[in-house]
């Protein structure tokens, strides 16, 4: 029966052509599109789970969604919705104990506005202990300078983000420098410095994910306890509840001032620096971060001690979600979130729009079955004759199904191959030719500023299931009501 | 009831049409195509269906073919009771014991003269182990041979008509019935379509039914059964 099928599908020329035509152009955008957005959705994957996020994150329970970025968008008034975990030493312990769990770092997120030479940016801000969070996240790789060690203080930026604020002000960053970070809200506001220690590079680059700096957990800390004043956090703040009673505390800008005394050498110093450098000096000294009772005031320029951060976030986690998992969390007050839930709006936004592609396109492939529907009803119509001669001779109704079906399968999978081709041709079109893409939301949702399109085998076999199926489907309706007349009737139609 | 019987003595029957009854709607109107009609054809004959348009000629090829069911009678095909059969058997029968000639030819255009014969054994998925050899000695029989390749709108009526009778063959079939076979020829090119029915029922002693209004036709079959206004006529 293939080869009657073949036969007649090379000998209906103008309806083959047709047809694959059409399945050929639903084809071509179908892998392309969803090939496209399948890579973005696996570069973010990549880039998030070896470098930023982990398997899966454990968050204090929240009443609104929450991400490493913060409660929506990483800016500072948004940080202040994010809980602390209520037993981070115990979670960290108990996770760290279980069979699926690989590794566990602790994280503190917040945001800050950061000083470079000649640019001041917010940037999202990463509390991290060294030695873990880089165990966890190997894909985070050194460029320049070294990683934070443990106890250190120290802050690492992406080497793209520095190269390109250095092509921007013509002014050099050099490892070494202390860097302020300043996290304000309302009134009041924090200051830190931390030297840049090294410079790194995601495997992949983004312009979001360039922007954050790794800084040691303890500033972060410090800078993120003028956010433990609002009443709605507090509640959460845990084992830093202590820490915002006590006497050590600077509860607003007021506090900040009350032991300043500009020193000659801090006049000094600021030769060379702009106006918001030498307002952050004069404002220190400012208190250190706090791992429990350590009093809080030692000056901002100073090297920090080595604490390890007391609270957190969120836990890093590297291995598998199982049930077992989720209820040692549960217990102990935390929350699993996934991977792409960790990472925010980016990668949900990519999600969506993979979503919200296929939606479209299930409605495009509405769309394509009803033109390729009529095409194959009038076709079918006019081969009723045809399909009664058939019958009349002796085939069995299965077997005229059998090939009309077998036939337009044939099409469908003809249409297909050649919108295979034609994406094939456009991903190597895309990969000779280097097409960059300047909006950074489009950017970061087809997985970077390049333009590529690796065609993805899972979606081009998804893509032939499809079009076939489709293909068959289209000549079932005809089929059927030529196929119910009277062979006598339709032997007699012209 | 109208019965008739072709004559040819001694030859066991090879379809026996017994009260046959078909009745159609024509949008408002009811017709009775055939009113009790009851034959026997012997087996090996070349038997005509003559009457004027409209008598039930054509119905009763089609209900003596499986093509349609008749209301009410029985039809018996070589000894078996086909007239209740349903379609999947029908289609077997049709494909093993019957062939079919038709007025217009009913080729498939898109198939060559040789696929066209070819058909029938590819529907009944028959042994390829000599399939060609026999479809190309029933071209050559009706002497097409030199156009084993050519579609049916390459051909002429006739040629089209004899690649018919070479597709109806093809299954080695025990009754071949056709309805108007020459009516879309001209008379010599008709006359020659009769010829092969001749020769192919001696060869091979396959049965020939066949309907015709026209009286010149009607002389070359060795019997006939006369239909008027579907009831066999004395």
């Given amino acids: 029966m293939l080869s009657l099928a073949l036969r007649n599908v090379v000998r209906h020329g103008r309806h083959t052509a047709l047809l694959a035509a059409l399945f050929a152009l639903a084809s071509l955008l179908f892998i392309a599109g969803n090939s496209l957005l399948t890579h973005a959705n696996r570069t973010l994957r990549t880039l998030f789970v070896h470098t930023i996020t982990g398997d899966f994150v454990v968050a204090a329970p929240s009443d609104v969604p929450t991400s490493l970025f913060g409660a929506t968008t990483p800016s500072i008034g948004e940080l202040i919705t994010l809980p602390l975990l209520s037993r981070l030493p115990l979670l960290t312990a108990e996770l760290g104990a279980l069979p699926e769990v690989e590794r566990v770092t602790p994280l503190v997120s917040g945001a800050a506005v950061l000083d470079l030479p000649g640019r001041r940016l917010t940037v999202p801000i990463f509390g991290i202990e060294p030695a873990g969070y880089f165990a966890a996240l190997p894909g985070i790789e050194v460029v320049a300078g070294r990683a934070l060690q443990p106890g250190e203080s120290g802050i690492m930026l992406t080497e793209r983000l520095v190269r390109r604020i250095e092509a921007e002000t013509g002014r050099a960053v050099n490892l070494g420098d202390e860097l302020l970070l300043t996290a304000a809200q309302g009134q009041r506001f ?305 | 009831m109208n019965t008739s019987t072709a004559d040819s003595p001694g030859l066991p029957p090879v379809v026996t049409v017994s009260s046959v009854h078909k009745r159609y709607r ?80 009913n080729l498939i255009p898109v198939l060559s003269a040789f696929e066209n014969v070819e058909l029938p054994l590819r529907v009944g998925q028959s042994a390829k182990a000599g399939r060609r050899e026999w479809v190309m000695s029933l071209l050559d029989a009706v002497g097409l041979a030199d156009h084993w390749s050519h579609r049916p709108g390459q051909l002429s009526g006739g040629q089209q008509q004899r690649v018919a009778i070479a597709r109806a063959l093809v299954n080695r079939p025990g009754i071949v019935l056709a309805d108007e076979p020459t009516a879309n020829l001209d008379s010599a090119t008709g006359h020659s379509i009769l010829e092969l029915m001749h020769r192919f029922n001696r060869e091979l002693g396959t049965t020939f039914v066949f309907s015709t209004h026209d009286p010149a036709v009607e002389e070359m079959a060795r019997s006939v059964v006369r239909l008027h206004d579907g009831v066999v006529a004395a």
């Fill in chain 1, 190 to 494: 924090r200051i830190r410095s931390a030297a840049l220690v090294g410079l790194f590079r995601y495997p992949v680059s983004m312009d979001f994910s360039d922007e954050i700096a790794l800084v040691d957990a303890a500033t972060v800390l410090a800078l993120n306890e003028i956010q433990r004043f609002t009443p709605e956090t507090n509640a959460d703040a845990g084992g830093a509840a202590g820490a915002l009673s006590g006497p050590t505390t600077i509860a607003d800008v007021d506090d900040l001032f009350a032991d300043v005394g500009i020193s000659d050498d801090a006049v000094g110093e600021a030769n060379g620096l702009t106006v918001d450098d030498v307002l952050a000096r004069v404002m220190g000294p400012v208190p250190r971060p706090t791992s429990g009772d350590e009093p809080v005031g030692t000056s901002v320029l100073a090297p920090a001690d080595a604490p390890i951060p007391v609270d957190a976030h969120f836990l890093l986690v590297r291995g598998r979600v199982t049930p077992a998992v989720r209820d040692r969390v549960a217990t102990l007050g935390g929350e699993i979130l996934s991977w792409r839930q960790a990472a925010g709006q980016t990668a949900l936004l990519a999600l969506l729009l993979l979503i919200a592609f296929n939606g479209g396109f299930v409605i495009f492939l509405l769309a394509v079955s009803l033109a390729a529907a009529n095409i194959v009803l009038i076709s079918t119509y006019r081969r009723t004759r045809e399909i009664a001669t058939l019958r009349a001779v002796g085939a069995e109704l299965p077997l005229v199904r059998r090939i009309f079906v077998l036939e337009h399968a044939v099409i469908g999978a003809a249409g297909w191959l050649l919108g295979l081709g034609g994406t094939v041709v456009l991903s190597l079109l895309l990969a000779h030719r280097e097409i960059l893409v300047g909006n950074r939301l489009v950017a970061t949702v087809i997985g970077g500023h390049r333009l590529r399109l690796p065609v993805d085998a899972g979606t081009v076999a998804l893509c032939l299931l499809v079009v076939t199926a489709i293909a068959a489907g289209a000549v079932a309706v005809p089929l059927r009501q030529v196929i119910r007349k009277p062979i006598v009737e339709a032997i007699r139609e012209r």
């Fill in chain 2, 26 to 105: 024509l949008g408002e109107r009811v017709v009775d195509a055939l009113r009790g009609v009851s034959l026997t054809i012997p087996a090996g004959t070349i038997c005509a269906i003559v009457g004027p348009s409209g008598s039930g000629k054509s119905t009763l090829l089609n209900v003596i073919g499986l093509l349609d069911t008749p209301d009410s009678g029985t039809i018996r095909l070589e000894e078996r009771d086909v007239a209740s059969l349903n379609p999947t058997e029908a289609a077997r029968v049709r494909r093993t014991r019957l062939g079919f000639i038709f007025q217009d030819f």
